[in-house]
């Protein structure tokens, strides 16, 4: 059964760093495109970034370019996503998505979200 | 504002039909397939339509998806209680090289 399982969200001060991790299994991971996609208290969805299958080729959204870095460890299954100077506008349940066809935003896996909370 | 524009929101009544709009651009949805994803409350998006018009398997037919140019649409037939959702379209953007959705368009089936 494919599963990805998101973590390292919480409660965190502006200005702050926080990483995201997305636990892959139940496929084989270094195969696949993935995703990060978030979404703040009752808004819609927001693409944040995404990653190529050998996590050299990375592409991201404008709104949060020089910020965020994305990466992934093929050998531990595992998606990153790395928010530094943190904003009270990056508050939103972040979920990682897999890939399943490279091509038109076609998320076949999605994890529950990771929480995070950026206040003082 | 969103990239993709979609209704903020439409309504029917059970048993009836729907459809929901997704208007992009040239370097985005008429150079790109779309998806659309149906979003429960409380709960992570679910894919319903790839490559336009694909439906990927345990999703019945009762959703439909097509593209023509710059737009594209979602269809449900036979309403249900249980499609009161949100729904967003998806695809990539040649010009921005980034990823983007519709700001979602909330079903209610009256």
């Known amino acids: 059964q494919e599963q990805l399982v998101e973590s390292g969200g919480g409660v965190v001060q502006p200005g702050r760093s926080l990483r995201l991790s997305c636990a892959a299994s139940?496929?084989?991971?270094?195969?696949?495109?993935m995703h990060w996609v978030r979404q703040a208290p009752g808004k819609g969805l927001e693409w944040v970034a995404s990653?190529?299958?050998?996590?050299?080729?990375?592409w991201y959204a404008e709104s949060v370019k020089g910020r965020l870095t994305i990466s992934r460890d093929n050998a531990k299954n595992t998606l990153y996503l790395e928010v530094n100077s943190l904003r009270s506008e990056d508050t939103a349940v972040y979920y990682c998505?897999?890939?399943?066809?490279?091509?038109?935003?076609?998320?076949?896996?999605w994890g529950r979200g990771t929480t995070v909370i950026v206040s003082s | 504002q969103s990239v993709l524009t979609q209704p903020p929101s439409v309504s029917a009544a059970p048993g009836q039909k729907v459809t929901i709009s997704c208007s992009g651009s040239?370097?985005?949805?008429?150079?790109?397939?779309v998806s659309w994803y149906q979003q429960l409350p409380g709960t992570a998006p679910k894919v319903l339509i790839y490559?336009?018009?694909e439906r990927p398997s345990g999703i019945p037919d009762r959703f439909s998806g097509s593209k023509s140019g710059t737009s594209a649409t979602l269809g449900i037939t036979g309403l249900q209680t249980g499609d009161e959702a949100t729904y967003y379209c998806?695809?990539?953007?040649?010009?921005?090289?980034?990823?983007?959705f519709g700001g979602g368009t909330t079903l209610t089936v009256l």
């Open positions: 998505a897999k890939e399943a066809i490279r091509g038109g935003l076609y998320m076949d896996v």
């Open positions: 139940g496929f084989p991971f270094s195969s696949y495109v």
């Open positions: 990653i190529l299958y050998d996590g050299e080729n990375k």
């Open positions: 040239s370097s985005n949805i008429e150079k790109n397939y």
């Open positions: 490559e336009n018009t």
């Open positions: 998806g695809t990539w953007d040649n010009t921005l090289r980034a990823g983007v």
